[in-house]
């Protein structure tokens, strides 16, 4: 039997009944990361000796008659910007090459608390910054449909591993799509979920007012398990708010309200248009009552997003001096100054490109013009939405406006890259959850739909993931 | 408006970063690029709104109580003599 194959619930269902041990599936997991690590590259770190002796450890609770938790023996890979105690958290940055986190981050403690075991840390755009896993230390992550092409980013190890079948699930973070884009262009499924409503205590921050941790996985069933075990208040992050959700991945009975976003599709490639249109229709014929609507802000969301993200990134990254979480250079011969810009040199491109800028937009004289009207952008934007989810349970676009590219096609041209974001900025603008579903595909290449609820709504977009993956069998792994 | 090789290699120091005469050329370009898509902003007739603030309830500040890790929180190489190690001020 191939249990890497093995979906999340499937894993933990077959170790509580002892159909298989939570050491064979580990085992057989590790065999398939050795055999497609070497096309993909999801991880920086692989936990072999500790993955082994928790699946270990479950097997024994398991013979015990033990309680196990609801992801017993689940393999999950945690994108190597959120802390595992114990093991290197590198953020794929020289400047934290050697950086041994001393705890874990709240959501590794839930989710080791629900019995899974965390396989390895996944590859990332250094410092979660970036949109195709290619501004990595440690090489770019491919995209398993194509090994030419980039996976998506800044998840883009946390995806890849999923639909490689190198884990059951994955933890990323989500800044600006970073979560979903990935999601989109591999073919699984990424959450962003409501600011405020996942801890992000352990977080190597980059863009605190914008991000959340949010889970991939193959099934609406698996991240919906994840989004239990993560969700709810912690007493380490001041911005989650007082409440325990319990999620249900069943099909539902009700029938949505969808408004599709036409400033989504206007910009957006027509094969991935056609995806969407055609995702609209299999939901109108469930009884859903699909109609184009209109978000007038999209235009300016971009720009908001970057003004923000950058102006927050220039003031978190000042911390990194290398008397702290360094890596080896002596400062004999320097004066403070000249060692820390000395060693600052090391940030790669993009994250030197990004803290310039975020210097930019805060300089005396350009904060009125920059970063006070970005905010308003998002006034503006949380406005409208707010004013569409009275009318509609969910808005839905495509969630990448093109399919997955080539390798090196944008990484020179910051700006086309940075275009890409544009249907996914706008729910980290508002603080609403997104999540990102297998819509379909268009040569061979994966089409992520994008369904965005209303804050804490994340029942009735679980609800339309569950339903739509009900009706479709949109492949989730390819064969490799 | 034009960004400067001057203005780049400034904003480096600012932020305290050493950037080469390659980076400098290939940043002011760049920059200048994302600047102006930025200057989108200014199209935008704001006068009326609000900058976004928080309006939820989030949770209670936790006590500031120092807790002690197992292993080293800063995760440094440079240690003598229990302090960490710096470079020199001047």
Known sequence: MELFRLDAMQVADGIKKREFSAEEYIQQLLERIDRVEPKVNAFITINRK???DKARSIDKKVRDGEPVGPLAGVAVSVKDNICVKGIRTTCASKMLENYVPPYSATVVIRLDDAGAIVIGKANLDEFAMGTTTEFSKHGATRNPWDISRVPGGSSGGSAASVASLECAVSLGSDTGGSVRCPASFCSVIGIKPTYGLVSRYGLVSYANSLEQIGPAGRTVADVTAVMNAIAGSD???HTTLDMKPDYSSRVPDRRFRIGIVKEFLSGADPEVAKVVYN???????QGCKCEEVSLGSVEYALASYYTIAMAEASSNLARYDNVRYGFEMSSEGYEWNSYYAKVRSNFGEEVKRRIIVGSYVLSSGYYGKYYLKAQQVRSILKQELKSLFKTYDLLMGPTMPILPFKMGEKIDDPIKMYLVDIDTVVANLAGTPAISIPGGFSGGLPVGLQLM?????????????SLFESVTHVQRSPDL | MAVTKDQVKHLGWLSRIEL????????AGQIETIIKYLDKLDT?????VKPVVASKKFSDLRDDVAVEFEADPLGTSYRKEGFV???RMV
């Open chain 1, 279 to 285: 995702a609209a229709d299999i939901l109108t014929k």
């Open chain 2, 20 to 27: 080469s005469d390659d980076e400098l050329a290939l940043y």
């Open chain 1, 235 to 237: 007493r380490n992050d």
């Open chain 1, 453 to 465: 609820a209303d804050e804490f709504q994340e029942q009735t977009m679980l609800d339309a993931a």
């Open chain 1, 50 to 52: 500790e993955a082994i």
């Open chain 2, 44 to 48: 935008v007739p704001l006068q009326e």
């Open chain 2, 85 to 87: 190690k710096g470079p």
